[in-house]
């Protein structure tokens, strides 16, 4: 994905609630401590659950994600694929 292309269209109010939640435009990261026990590269489904339960562990964690927060999974595969009741 070329970073000039939006992450996600249309830009309609549901997507842009989404990008909201898992691309906020004001997001600042917070101040980096100098070491970690884990760098994690990519924010979905397997960098989530290796970044929570390593924090959960006591582990100092940094997670990086380049584009939306939850990956294929929660963003356009198994979740939004599911049809609404
Ligand atoms: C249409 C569809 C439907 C699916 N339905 C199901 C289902 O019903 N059940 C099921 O179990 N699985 C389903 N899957 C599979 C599931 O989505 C994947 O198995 C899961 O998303 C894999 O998680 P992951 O964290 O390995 O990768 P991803 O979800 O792909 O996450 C990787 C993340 O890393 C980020 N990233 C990549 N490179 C970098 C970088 N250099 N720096 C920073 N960040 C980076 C990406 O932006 C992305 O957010 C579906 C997939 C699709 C496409």
Redesign the pocket.
């Known amino acids: 994905m070329s970073v000039a292309e939006p992450l996600v269209q249309p830009l309609d109010d549901a997507n842009q609630r989404l990008l909201d939640a898992v691309h906020p435009e004001d997001w600042r990261n917070p101040d980096l401590p100098d070491v970690y026990h884990l760098v994690v590269?990519?924010?979905?489904?397997?960098?989530l659950v290796s970044a929570v339960g390593s924090a959960g562990l006591g582990a100092r964690v940094a997670l990086?994600?380049?584009?939306?927060l939850g990956?294929?999974?929660l963003n356009?595969?198994?979740v939004r694929?599911r049809p609404r009741r």
């Not at 590269?41 to 960098?47: D, E």
């Open positions: 590269a990519g924010g979905g489904t397997a960098g990086v994600e380049r584009a939306l990956g294929d999974c356009v595969g198994c694929l």
